[in-house]
């Protein structure tokens, strides 16, 4: 199933993705193009990695990477 149909990115891509260490959204969206456009697949990227990613790895979702802002959730 697509997450983003702007990129054309799936499911299965954003997993891989996180799977192979990618832990923010920043990161997918530099990786994948994820939230890249109309920004509306941004709950559902957000909610794979707060599903994936225990959160408390820096960059992770809702955690702030030292010297950037905390990013919104
Ligand atoms: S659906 Fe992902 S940027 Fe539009």
């Given at each position: 199933m697509y997450v983003c149909l702007c990129k054309a990115v799936t499911e299965r891509d954003v997993r891989r993705a996180i799977d192979e260490g990618l832990a923010s959204m920043r990161e997918l969206r530099r990786e994948l193009?994820?939230?890249?456009?109309?920004?509306?697949c941004g709950p559902a990227a957000r909610a794979m990695l707060a599903e994936a990613?225990?959160?408390?790895?820096?960059?992770?979702?809702g955690r702030a990477v030292p010297g950037e802002p905390a990013a919104a959730v």
């Open positions: 193009g994820v939230c890249s456009c109309c920004g509306k990613v225990p959160g408390d790895r820096p960059g992770a979702v």
